[in-house]
């Protein structure tokens, strides 16, 4: 008969402990490679973020020009450049690192042009508009540029050296596109809509609409990001020639010289700004309206009866000049456009309530002598 052996039940046991302990142990690894991978994640995003600001502290710096009215913010190589070598960066790290494929390399680069766009805000103090704008084209320069770097880096031993070259390039383009001209094109947004009111009580509204509120523009989208509400309107002169006075939000004023007039039928203007019309901070330095970049250039309104009351038409011809035109058109159409749809609602609600409402906001004031 054999006898067991001491030392062999022994190894049994420490190898039955070992056994039972593992999964606890590769949880642990596996929450420290969690950790680890979270940490790299982390840093990639602040080192994407980090050559953002220092890239928007240069272009703002070195390539503005105040006096002019330029801004190094409104170049192509910043506004494009800029977000696909965050991009860039973040796929070549991401493909080193082993950090991921290209949808962990995309999210990485998105987040890190966020984490840029909010330093940008609340730090350096960039408007909402210009931000708002800016972040679709970040976003898809930002994913493009982490998808080329995923792959230059898998298919280039000299990838790291390309890619520091590659953040300057940037800075070069900035260099030589400072002397380019921008390109100047003109949009005609139009606008109607049918208002069951006479085209008189419309007319009045059109030249004297007073004590505007917050809430009666508030589904605009340009107000919503930042562009200020317009308070009143005043025609001091019913004719060709004469003016009229604006108030918006902010501190703003504006004049307005009337280019065609037809009693209670047509009404046009072209828009008159000067250097004291939008006081600093009240609008982003980059679009301010009649600048270097944007401009209204006239409005008209038509008024047409139909049977069941009149139909108000709105034309705004806007001017936009970026190296960009192909993006920023985009934008101008869309912006103007909807803020003229929010106006001809506005004087829709207005006309309409006119007999019903005692309320100050519908109240049509007499001209001023």
């Known amino acids: 008969m054999q006898v067991p052996d001491n030392n062999d039940k022994e190894s049994h046991e420490v190898a039955g402990a070992s056994t039972t302990s593992s999964p606890e142990k590769n949880y642990y690894f596996a929450f420290v490679r969690w950790c680890g991978k979270l940490i790299a994640y982390i840093l990639l995003m602040a080192v994407g973020g980090l050559y953002g600001v220092g890239a928007y502290k240069i272009f703002s710096s070195l390539f503005s020009s105040p006096q002019n009215g330029a801004s190094g913010l409104m170049l192509t190589s910043f506004l494009a450049g800029i977000p696909l070598?965050?991009?860039?960066?973040?796929?070549h790290i991401a493909k080193k690192k082993?950090?991921?494929?290209?949808?962990?390399?995309?999210?990485?680069?998105?987040?890190?042009?966020?984490?840029?766009?909010?330093?940008?805000?609340?730090?350096?103090?960039?408007?909402?508009?210009?931000?708002?704008?800016?972040?679709?084209?970040?976003?898809?320069?930002?994913?493009?540029?982490?998808?080329?770097?995923?792959?230059?880096?898998?298919?280039?031993?000299?990838?790291?050296?390309?890619?520091?070259?590659?953040?300057?390039?940037?800075?070069?383009?900035?260099?030589?596109?400072?002397?380019?001209?921008?390109?100047?094109?003109?949009?005609?947004?139009?606008?109607?809509?049918?208002?069951?009111?006479?085209?008189?009580?419309?007319?009045?509204?059109?030249?004297?609409?007073?004590?505007?509120?917050?809430?009666?523009?508030?589904?605009g989208f340009a107000y919503r990001i930042g562009v200020p509400f317009p308070i009143q309107a005043t025609t001091l002169e019913g004719k060709v020639g004469g003016k009229r006075e604006l108030v918006w939000q902010r501190g703003i004023t504006f004049e307005e010289e009337i280019t065609a007039w037809e009693l209670n039928r047509h009404i046009a203007w072209t828009y008159k700004f000067n250097a004291d019309s939008f006081p600093s901070g009240s609008l982003d330095d980059h679009i301010v309206i009649g600048g270097k970049y944007f401009n209204l250039e006239d409005t008209s309104y038509t008024l047409t009866p139909e049977a069941h009351g009149t139909r108000l038409q709105i034309k705004v011809k806007t001017r936009v000049s970026t190296n960009f035109n192909w993006y920023a058109e985009g934008w101008a159409n869309f912006l103007v456009g909807d803020t003229a749809r929010t106006i001809l609602g506005f004087y829709k609600n207005r006309a309409e309530n006119i007999n019903t409402s005692t309320s100050g906001k519908s109240k049509i004031l007499e001209p001023k002598a």
Do not use: Y
Not at 85 to 91: A, D
Not at 145 to 164: D, P, Q
Not at 170 to 190: S, V
């Open 98 to 219: 082993a950090l991921g494929g290209w949808i962990t390399a995309s999210g990485l680069s998105a987040l890190s042009i966020a984490l840029f766009v909010f330093a940008a805000g609340a730090l350096l103090r960039e408007g909402m508009i210009c931000i708002v704008m800016a972040i679709p084209l970040f976003i898809i320069m930002g994913v493009l540029g982490a998808i080329c770097g995923l792959i230059f880096s898998a298919t280039n031993k000299n990838a790291g050296k390309w890619c520091s070259a590659f953040l300057l390039l940037p800075l070069l383009l900035g260099t030589a596109e400072q002397q380019i001209t921008p390109a100047a094109t003109t949009q005609i947004i139009q606008k109607d809509i049918l208002i069951n009111a006479s085209p008189e009580t419309i007319w009045q509204l059109i030249n004297h609409p007073q004590d505007i509120h917050p809430e009666e523009l508030k589904s």
């Open 85 to 91: 070598c965050i991009g860039l960066l973040t796929g």
